[in-house]
Structure formats: structure tokens, C-alpha cells
């Protein structure tokens, strides 16, 4: 039945998704260009938050959990698994008070209306998976911006998206080198639940009647310890989180 209704709604989804971004891509160029950061920024939250809006257009919804105290003003290594593309514009919105900047594929930086634009300007780590030394410099640059803006980062140490939902070993390698840039960052695990079938069945039909939720848990302080063992901590607490 949930399917049935994906064929129904998921063309209801894409129009009020693909509307946002052609909308929005003008409208981010006047902003950044003429206003700076800030206005940019102001721009880049909105749009997010319309396109998890549009969600709820399939009977999804979504659950953003933050019962942390987290700081404003010092830089912040989100960890999170990852289970789809629909992961990141809830991110975006929720944690737009700590700039969170991603670390996105080289390829996505053309083409893509507003992702494309806020990728080359927004701050984000473009990196070329097929090159590992640009990867590590462009993640190390990524580091030095946080340490100088108090930015917060967003990374998905799983190294690609879970299909169903569990999740896959983290690997350290990314945070180290944030962590090398700019040591005083907290590290704060994040568990995505759910989110995975939204897109069970591929890009159409998307599923619908989803509960998702984002939960933030308990910050890792990595100060005196080493990575691999404080990455290992977050992951332990998304696993627990989930049920895994």
C-alpha cells in the first residue's frame, strides 16, 4: 500500500523539491554576491528547511531530538551514520545555529540547481575521491575554516550510505584530519533512524507514511585521546541509539 501510494505522491515530492531549487538558485547568487556570508547562509537554512518540508508531501515526517547543550562558539564534528541523500537538508536546518559544513563529492559541485552553487561557496569540503591527496587537502581546509569561524562540520564516517539501515564501520581517517586543523573541536554523534526507506525502492517510488528521526547524543570529548577511539565511541552510541 505505502508503495501504491509512492507512485501517487512521489511526483507531488519531486515537483515541490526541484520548484525549491530552481527558486532558490537565483536568489542564493544575488545573496552571496551582493551580501556576503551571512545572507547566503540565511538563504541556504531557509531552502533546507522547505525541502524537508516537502516530505511531509509522501506522509513522511520527521524527528529532530537535541537534548545536548551544546556549545556555540567552538567548533563541532557532527558524526553521523548515514542512510540517504534526504539525511542532509534536515541536517542542514536543525544545526543551522553551528554553520555545519559538509564533505561532498567533487561531482556534485556542477549541475545540481542550489546544491551545486552552495557546495562551491557555502564552505563545504569538495573533495575527489579518485585523488586522495586533494581529498585529505581539501578536508584539512575544511578543518582550518572551522578553527577560524568556529564552524561545525558534518561527517559520515560509514563512507557510503547503509541500504538498510545498519550501520557499517566508521572509519577515522576524515575526523583525524579535522581533528589535526583544528583540535579544540567537540565531537557529537548523531543517530538517523528511518531515513533509509524513504528510498527503499530506489529514486521512484519514493515510500511514504515514514517516521524518521535525527537524534543528537551525548558529545565524545577527543581532547588526550586518540581518534580511531573516540570515533569508535560515537559509533558505538549511534549503534546503541539504534538498537543495534
Excluded at 531549487?21 to 533546507?48: E, S, T
Excluded at 517510488?205 to 577527543?222: D, Q, Y
Aim: charged fraction near 20%.
Amino acid at each position: 500500500m505505502r508503495k501504491l501510494f509512492g507512485y501517487i505522491l512521489s511526483p507531488v515530492h519531486y515537483l515541490a523539491f526541484g520548484l525549491i531549487l530552481v527558486i532558490f538558485h537565483p536568489v542564493q547568487w544575488i545573496c552571496f554576491n551582493a551580501f556576503g556570508y551571512r545572507a547566503h547562509k540565511w538563504v541556504i537554512d531557509v531552502m533546507n528547511s522547505l525541502l524537508t518540508a516537502s516530505y511531509y508531501l509522501l506522509g513522511n515526517t520527521v524527528k529532530f531530538t537535541n537534548h545536548q547543550n551544546l556549545p556555540v562558539g567552538r567548533p563541532i564534528i557532527f558524526i553521523a551514520n548515514h542512510q540517504s541523500l534526504y539525511d542532509i537538508p534536515v541536517l542542514i536546518w536543525f544545526l543551522r545555529k553551528y554553520h555545519a559544513k559538509f564533505i561532498s563529492k567533487i561531482e556534485l559541485t556542477k549541475g545540481i540547481p542550489s546544491v551545486s552553487y552552495n557546495l562551491r561557496h557555502g564552505g563545504a569540503a569538495n573533495i575527489d575521491r579518485k585523488d586522495p591527496r586533494q581529498s585529505i587537502m581539501e578536508i584539512g581546509k575544511l578543518g582550518t575554516r572551522m578553527k577560524e569561524n568556529k564552524w561545525g562540520a558534518v561527517i559520515f564516517p560509514e563512507g557510503t550510505r547503509s541500504k538498510d539501515g545498519m550501520v557499517k564501520t566508521f572509519q577515522a581517517a576524515g575526523v583525524a584530519t579535522l581533528l589535526k586543523k583544528c583540535p579544540e573541536a567537540l565531537l557529537v554523534p548523531i543517530a538517523i533512524d528511518n531515513s533509509w526507506k524513504m528510498v527503499r525502492y530506489g529514486q521512484f517510488p519514493l515510500n511514504t507514511f515514514i517516521a524518521m528521526s535525527w537524534e543528537v547524543l551525548t558529545p565524545v570529548e577527543p581532547a588526550g585521546k586518540p581518534v580511531d577511539e573516540s570515533v569508535s565511541a560515537c559509533e558505538t552510541a549511534i549503534k546503541q541509539a539504534l538498537g543495534q
